[in-house]
């Protein structure tokens, strides 16, 4: 464990900032998988609907600082993609 007053304010930052991304990071594995399920499912509505949640979120997610632009783009148009495969 942390012996100085700043490695210990380090160590609850750390902690913080660990559950912080854990949360982002689930996040982003459950809107991605929506989009993925309605596409499965040759739904192109549920798949654009589960598309424009995630494209907001996303790219949410950039301004918050979790993900970098480019990351959310490839993201993005990844998904788009996939949707538009199905049409």
Do not use: P
């Not at 304010?9 to 990071?25: G, P, V």
């Not at 598309?51 to 301004?63: E, L, P, Q, R, T």
Request: glycine content about 2%.
């Amino acid at each position: 464990m942390a012996n100085h007053k700043s490695a210990e304010k380090r160590a609850r930052q750390t902690l913080k900032k660990t559950q912080r991304n854990r949360f982002y990071r689930t996040r982003l594995k459950n809107i991605t998988k929506a989009v993925r399920e309605a596409v499965a499912t040759n739904d192109k509505n549920a798949a654009n609907e589960a598309f424009k949640i995630a494209n907001k979120s996303i790219h949410a997610m950039v301004s918050r600082g979790f993900l970098k632009k480019q990351s959310a783009s490839r993201r993005v148009s990844r998904l788009a993609l996939l949707i538009n495969k199905i049409a």
